[in-house]
């Protein structure tokens, strides 16, 4: 855990014609926990030449992983990696979270839990090829909204349905000027917990100008610790 020892390990690797991974030490770490809340140039300056921060959970009560921290450091193409977990729960959160290791001396436990990860992906891979094959007999579209990014991600039934050549049709900037009021109203009330789901109709616009009517179905997920959705 040794800055100093990185260096010379991986200078001896390099003379010897290796250029092997490596992780950062202890004083680098701790830039790396201050600089992941300065921006992406502050961090990706702190973390030069990194390929991945192995961090503890928590050092005493403050936790050091958490969504954010995670996120900014992949944004700088550095992995990070955890030690040393033991907990099932922690470590369900922690590979909810996107950390790309885990250290764990219960290896049994951490097995169980990837192998029901696998087991669900299939099943989820099965449901959604299901869905797919409803949504096409029905000619119905699927959506993904992240409310962090903004992005939305569609699938071609929206490109089909607007005679869109976009790999993602973004429906919002489409939606007509007297709708969008109505809109926007359905999905806050849902965000505020007033109802489990929102569903509206509404016009987007078709290619050829002119509009087309629809009708949204959305359930919010993933409520950060803070309360806020992510």
């Not at 680098?28 to 992406?40: D, F, I, K, M, Y």
């Not at 403050?62 to 990696?81: G, I, K, N, P």
């Not at 299901?130 to 699927?142: F, H, I, P, V």
């Amino acid at each position: 855990f040794s800055d100093r020892r990185r260096r010379e390990a991986l200078e001896a690797a390099r003379t010897a014609g290796g250029f092997p991974a490596t992780s950062a030490g202890q004083a680098t770490v701790a830039r790396a926990l201050v600089a992941s809340r300065l921006g992406r140039a502050v961090l990706s300056r702190a973390l030069a030449g990194i390929d991945a921060l192995q961090v503890p959970e928590r050092v005493g009560v403050l936790r050091v992983v958490t969504r954010r921290f995670v996120r900014a450091v992949h944004a700088v193409d550095v992995e990070v990696h955890v030690w040393t977990v033991n907990d099932r729960t922690e470590m369900e959160r922690l590979i909810d979270l996107g950390v790309d290791g885990l250290v764990s001396d219960r290896i049994d436990v951490l097995r169980d839990v990837l192998d029901a990860r696998d087991e669900a992906l299939r099943n989820f891979k099965a449901s959604s090829e299901r869905l797919d094959l409803a949504m096409q007999n029905t000619e119905g579209g699927l959506w993904d909204w992240d409310l962090v990014t903004g992005r939305i991600v569609t699938d071609g039934h929206w490109r089909e349905l607007l005679d869109r050549c976009e790999p993602d049709v973004d429906w919002r900037p489409l939606i007509h000027p007297d709708d969008i009021e109505a809109a926007r109203y359905h999905v806050i009330v849902h965000l505020r917990g007033e109802f489990d789901h929102f569903e509206t109709q509404f016009r987007v616009q078709h290619r050829s100008g002119g509009w087309r009517w629809v009708q949204v179905r959305g359930r919010a997920s993933n409520r950060g610790e803070d309360g806020r959705w992510t």
